[in-house]
């Protein structure tokens, strides 16, 4: 019986260490998926560029966009991932000259809406008017991009915002 009980251990021993992964020592050059997926991002270019707007009310109620942050980092953004999230305004990723190389609408960042219950319980929904808050915009970036223009959505007044982009 002790026989019995040796030999599976002995057994157990064995597969494991022969079931085991090898693991690359440090200068090999085999490659797993995510090494893989950096090293596309470096050959190719791919990154996404992603931007905190810092939205204020101005005096005459107007809005004031300026850029808080950029950051572009390796990846790219899959169809679907950025999708438009309002149509009060559209920001445009645009190039030295105002070619459009991205575009996207928003929905106005300082003029919400939250659902509250009145005193009968009853759900209303209630606007909230703010005089500053940050959005996201995010895009796969394009080494064109120099500047972000933001319109109102059926007005003709834009604001040119330049990126600085490193």
């Not at 020592?25 to 560029?49: F, R």
């Not at 149509?87 to 030295?96: G, I, K």
């Not at 059926?154 to 600085?164: A, C, E, R, Y």
């Amino acid at each position: 019986m002790r026989k019995h009980i040796y030999l599976f251990f002995a057994a157990v021993i064995v597969l494991s260490v022969a079931c085991k992964t090898a693991k690359p020592s440090a200068g090999s050059n085999v490659s797993g998926n995510e090494t893989t997926a950096a090293n596309d991002n470096k050959t190719t270019g791919s990154y996404i560029l992603a931007v905190i707007l810092k939205a204020s009310r101005k005096a005459d109620s107007s809005i004031a966009f300026e850029v808080s942050k950029v950051n572009k980092v390796a990846g790219k953004l899959k169809p679907g991932q950025n999708d438009n999230s309002g149509d009060d305004y559209t920001v445009t990723f645009a190039d030295d000259k105002d070619v459009a190389l991205a575009t996207y609408r928003i929905k106005d960042p300082l003029n919400t809406w939250i659902e509250s219950s009145d005193e009968t319980g009853a759900l209303k929904t209630i606007p909230v008017n703010r005089n500053e808050d940050f959005i996201s915009v995010r895009t796969n970036y394009n080494t064109g991009m120099k500047k972000i223009i933001i319109q109102k959505t059926k007005s003709t007044d834009k604001q040119v915002i330049p990126l600085n982009i490193e």
